[in-house]
T-cell receptor, first 108, second 110 residues
């Protein structure tokens, strides 16, 4: 199967920058998604990387290296509302295979 | 917003009873999915559909069946609910390279 690994928890300070890493087996995925999920709510789409490199979208950026099976989500100028779970998911022929998610706590 | 509505949003049922969760979408998306989310496991795919009457199994399909008789509706049925099926169930639809999730259905099997 396709294993996707993310750190379980991370803590960061308001206003800082945090990088959430995601690693996966290099075969079988067409691209890599990142979703944000607040407690008790549905996951919401953040980004989708198909090609290698960095995609920037406001305070959030996502990076992909297909040869290394590695992706990261970079959050800048952290705000308290960024406290949430961040889910990495591989696109396997239209089906999303998720990691367990990273619980990010932003502290004042 | 992909216009996804799940029902019921919350349900408590007894072991051995049948349960059907409904997913309704208004955007005419071809692909629809059912996921369950549990602590320590993340989101796992149960079943998916790539069109009316076209469905396939995901990674945790045992104990579940689905039906898609209309583009807008994707039903998930637990034929005989068990306590291990206590979970949050998310429906999702796909548009291009983006998958959108419904608000979730909280199911408790007692």
């Amino acid at each position: 199967g396709q294993n996707i690994d993310q750190p379980t928890e991370m803590t960061a300070t308001e206003g800082a920058i945090v990088q959430i890493n995601c690693t996966y087996q290099t075969s079988g995925f067409n691209g890599l998604f990142w979703y944000q999920q607040h407690a008790g709510e549905a996951p919401t789409f953040l980004s989708y990387n198909v090609l290698d490199g960095l995609e920037e979208k406001g305070r959030f950026s996502s990076f992909l290296s297909r040869s290394k099976g590695y992706s990261y989500l970079l959050l800048k100028e952290l705000q308290m509302k960024d406290s949430a779970s961040y889910l990495c998911a591989g696109n396997q022929g239209g089906k999303l295979i998720f990691g367990q998610g990273t619980e990010l706590s932003v502290k004042p | 917003d992909a216009g996804i509505t799940q029902s019921p949003r919350h349900k408590v049922t007894e072991t051995g009873t049948p349960v059907t969760l409904r997913c309704h979408q208004t955007e005419n998306h071809r692909y629809m999915y059912w996921y369950r989310q549990d602590p320590g496991h993340g989101l796992r795919l149960i079943h998916y559909s790539y069109g009316v009457k076209d469905t396939d199994k995901g990674e945790v399909s045992d104990g579940y069946s689905v039906s898609r008789s209309k583009t807008e509706d994707f039903l998930l049925t637990l034929e005989s609910a068990t306590s291990s099926q206590t979970s949050v169930y998310f429906c999702a639809t796909q548009e291009g390279n983006t998958i959108y999730f419904g608000e979730g259905s909280w199911l408790t099997v007692v």
